[in-house]
């Protein structure tokens, strides 16, 4: 077995006298796909947050690439929730994508023969090719994902991270991107953590899922983790897994609690309700009544 | 009558003459230009125009202020705007926060400088100049100190442009990359905070928009590429002013509706030339087809 790209140990994240998860252990190995699953609230953003050096455990440990996680490690790609700046930016796909591969380094970028052949080859392997002088400000939301995957390859990445990118995408592009997602990490032999309600797009997909709730975790194939019984113990009340044409459907979840940083997503969800509910609503995870 | 209106508004005797008298302004209007080309671009991508309206009612005050206290017009109003940058900056980082404290300091930067100037005992040609822009005349101290603080601001714009630019566009993905997203934002304001400070002193407060953000709002209707909406931006900026200036020279009427109107006029083309290109269908993708055949 090769060395994980990721590991916690004995981890755990309480914001005050709440305790989001604990005692989490989790191996990441290289070109593994993890679903991170649980209701809003429940910290699956606060987890990427912590591999991402931007949150502090309050015990345990998490290592990346066997060092202790830092802040702004290159070799971690990321792909947040869909929400891109609007008419008022002036950058293009290709240049968006440019940003992944030098955006943190100062003074003005110059042109580069090396750089832009490697852009042209970036926007190929996520099928962008045809809108990359197209402004970022005027692409749909399916093609933005496509061209911030393209960003978050720049450089090369052990591990990517993606919360909830399939918002707000219809059903074809969630599964466009999802299937661009699982393409890349078996290419490029790279571990996902993919922070998601709905797993229904990538089910077919996930080599594992840890699910998150009531303070505790759970982690396993889909098969051993989205039964009934399993999550009735970890949400401690009656919860019911129903598959049904080659889909998971969670009923009864008690909502998560409100008031917590993840609620960004229970505002996202109720924003984006027109053009999302529609597509996703019969596999809704997570319980949304 | 009629007539006496419009040698008021254009007045184009001794012209030659006039030119070499107010070559400082007109130079002073060219630097500006730059500035406020290049700082509109990061205006529009962070969405800050309300802030730089803020910004110069603070300056103004402080403009005031420096008046009364003797400290001087220009110490003044760079006091005032970096004061309030900073407050934008630092507790402002969510749009919502931050328009809510810049509609809280504006009314109070305006009222603070009303008060400093009608304390004031000097003429009150200089009061109004604060506001709406000056008769031209810009001496010698005055454009020295506006080139240096120029060059402070686009040098420090050129050194943060790549991070600054990913911080804008996509903060959250700056920030997991390594990119000091808060740092940047505080550095950019402080360099938003000196070009208010200097646009304030040609235009007046309440037209600082019409450089720092109207040329880059034109010139992002015609390109989304980051290397052609700067240099459209300063080129726009630059005509603006040298035009308004030059066309203010014989007039009894400060440069800045000349500035206001040329700089809406052209924002207005733009907007023109993009809906036509629109309805043209002209949106720079490229048809797999064609890019098949190329293959």
Redesign the interface.
């Known amino acids: 077995m090769t060395d994980p790209v990721l590991t916690l140990r004995d981890a755990s994240l309480a914001f005050g006298p709440r305790t989001l998860w604990s005692g989490l252990d989790l191996d990441v190995q290289p070109g593994e796909f993890i679903a991170v699953l649980g209701s809003n609230g429940s910290g699956k953003s606060s987890l990427l947050k912590v591999i ?1 050096g ?1 949150q502090r455990l309050s015990g345990g440990s998490v290592s990346f690439l066997g060092a202790p996680g830092r ?4 070799r ?1 790609g ?3 929730q869909q929400k ?2 609007d ?6 796909a290709r ?2 994508v440019a ?2 591969l ?8 110059l042109p580069s023969a090396a750089r832009r052949r490697e852009v042209d080859a970036l926007l190929a392997a996520v099928g962008a ?10 692409l749909s939301g399916g093609e933005q994902q496509r061209v ?1 995957i393209g ?2 390859l720049a450089g090369e990445p052990r591990l990517l ?1 993606c919360d909830e990118p399939l918002l707000s995408l219809d059903l074809t592009h969630q599964r466009a991107v999802s299937e661009l997602i699982d393409r890349q990490r078996r290419e490029r032999d790279f571990g996902v953590l993919f922070v998601t309600h709905d797993i229904n797009p990538i089910l077919d997909m996930v080599d594992r899922v840890l699910y998150l709730a009531g303070g505790g975790f759970r982690i396993g194939t889909p098969e051993e983790v989205l039964r009934s019984e399993v999550l009735s113990e970890l949400y401690g009340s009656r919860v019911d897994v129903i598959r049904t044409h080659g889909r998971v459907i969670v009923v009864g979840t008690p909502d998560g609690a409100h008031g917590h940083p993840d609620d960004q997503l229970a505002h996202h969800d109720a924003h984006d309700h027109g053009t999302h509910g529609h597509g996703t609503a019969p596999g809704l995870l997570g319980g949304l009544p | 009558m009629n007539g006496d209106i419009w040698s008021e508004v254009f007045d184009f005797a001794n012209y030659g003459e006039l030119v070499v008298l107010l070559r400082n302004s007109i130079i002073a209007g060219a630097v500006l230009g730059v500035v406020g080309g290049l700082i509109g ?1 990061f205006v ?2 962070r ?1 800050m125009a309300f802030a730089v309206h803020g910004i110069s009612e603070l300056s103004f005050a402080g403009a005031a202020a420096g008046l009364l206290f003797g400290i001087g017009v220009v110490e003044g109003s760079i006091i005032g705007s970096l004061i309030a940058s900073l407050i934008i900056g630092l507790l402002g980082s969510r749009a919502r926060d931050r328009n809510s404290i810049i509609a809280v300091l504006m009314p109070f930067g305006l009222g603070l400088g009303i008060l400093c100037l009608s304390l004031y005992p000097g003429r009150s040609a200089n009061k109004f100049g604060l506001l709406t822009g000056q008769i031209v005349a810009v001496d010698d101290p005055r454009l020295n100190s506006l080139i240096a603080i120029s060059i402070v601001v686009v040098l420090g714009l ?6 600054l ?2 911080a ?3 903060s ?8 000091p997203v808060r740092a940047l934002s505080i550095v950019f304001m402080l360099l938003l905070g000196l070009a208010v400070a200097v646009s304030v002193q040609i235009v007046g407060s309440l037209l600082v928009l019409s450089i720092l953000v109207t040329p880059a709002a034109a ?2 209707r015609l ?4 290397v ?3 240099l459209l931006s300063t080129l726009f900026a630059v005509l603006s002013l040298v035009g308004g200036i030059m066309l203010a020279l014989g007039a009894s009427v400060p440069i800045s509706p000349y500035v206001t109107t040329i700089s809406f006029a052209i924002y207005l083309v733009c907007r023109l030339v993009s809906w036509r290109r629109t309805r043209r269908g002209l ?6 087809t064609t ?1 098949t055949v190329m293959q």
């Open positions: 991402l931007q802040r702004g490690d290159r971690i990321y792909v947040p891109l700046a008419d008022g930016t002036p950058l293009r240049d968006l940003l992944g030098s955006g943190h380094r100062w003074g003005v970028p090719t045809e809108y990359a002088n197209v402004g970022v400000g005027t911030r960003q978050a991270l | 671009v529009m991508s969405d050129l050194l943060v442009w790549r991070p630019t990913f804008s566009a996509d959250d993905v700056a920030s997991a990359r390594g990119v010139a992002l390109s989304s590429s980051p052609v909406v700067p949106s720079g993708r490229v048809p797999l890019r």
